[in-house]
């Protein structure tokens, strides 16, 4: 077993050194790269994958920092992003949302009330770089029980889920489980639940 999980890792570090090659030589025509070279870049830029299927990886905190998951699915957005966020104070990856939008992804962003309220109480930075934005839509559960979900679909094609808030503590220092699927079934389910959410007649907060 751990001889196959040594040769998928291999082969995911093959394949992101090839792409950082040819990315590189597209940039820079005739420049020579060392395969050393390439291979330390491609290290930098492969996540700590815990478990992987056909469609699914799964990775753990505080072994994986699960915010650099977030920041790059976020970065690959083309066109929307559909979050339902209990709680989120995590500035690099509001920062990453902001910046998706900036470049016309439609961000909808679904909060828990008591969370977002004592979040605003708080002043968390987060609130004042969110909203307020084209592009950026948030809307507040209106009810007292709890939207307790962490997760968000990316183009309707990535599903994250899990266990991790969007906070640092959360990423990097918590016990925390975050998976990423591109399961059919299970994107639709989400689909089907966040716009379930998303047209509540009481939710409280929406631009």
């Known amino acids: 077993?751990?001889?196959?999980?040594?040769l998928f890792f291999l082969t995911l570090l093959c394949m992101a050194a090839w792409k950082l090659k040819m990315e590189h030589e597209q940039l820079h025509p005739g420049s020579h790269v060392t395969v050393e070279s390439v291979i330390d870049q491609a290290k930098l830029r492969l996540p700590d994958v815990h478990a992987a299927g056909e469609s699914?990886?799964?990775?753990?905190?505080?072994?994986?920092?699960?915010?650099?998951?977030?920041?790059?699915?976020?970065?690959?957005?083309?066109?929307?992003?559909?979050?339902?966020?209990?709680?989120?104070?995590?500035?690099?990856?509001?920062?990453?949302l902001a910046r998706a939008a900036s470049r016309g992804v439609e961000v909808s962003l679904y909060r828990d009330r008591a969370q977002f309220e004592e979040e605003q109480g708080r002043h968390v930075p987060v609130l004042a770089m969110l909203l307020h934005r084209p592009n950026i839509?948030?809307?507040?559960?209106?009810?007292?029980?709890?939207?307790?979900?962490?997760?968000?679909?990316?183009?309707?094609?990535?599903?994250?889920?899990?266990?991790?808030?969007?906070?640092?503590?959360?990423?990097?220092?918590?016990?925390?489980?975050?998976?990423?699927?591109?399961?059919?079934?299970?994107?639709?389910?989400?689909?089907?639940?966040?716009?379930?959410?998303?047209?509540?007649?009481?939710?409280?907060?929406?631009?």
Request: glycine residues 4%; proline residues 2%.
């Open 56 to 96: 699914e990886e799964i990775y753990f905190a505080p072994t994986t920092d699960l915010e650099r998951i977030d920041i790059s699915l976020i970065d690959r957005a083309q066109q929307r992003i559909q979050v339902a966020m209990y709680a989120f104070t995590d500035r690099a990856i509001a920062q990453a």
């Open 137 to 207: 839509h948030v809307r507040v559960k209106g009810g007292n029980d709890l939207m307790h979900q962490k997760a968000m679909l990316v183009d309707g094609e990535v599903l994250r889920d899990g266990s991790g808030n969007w906070s640092v503590s959360a990423a990097r220092y918590q016990d925390n489980q975050v998976s990423v699927t591109r399961s059919s079934q299970q994107i639709e389910a989400f689909e089907r639940d966040f716009t379930a959410m998303w047209n509540r007649p009481d939710n409280l907060l929406e631009q």
């Open 1 to 6: 077993m751990r001889t196959l999980r040594n």
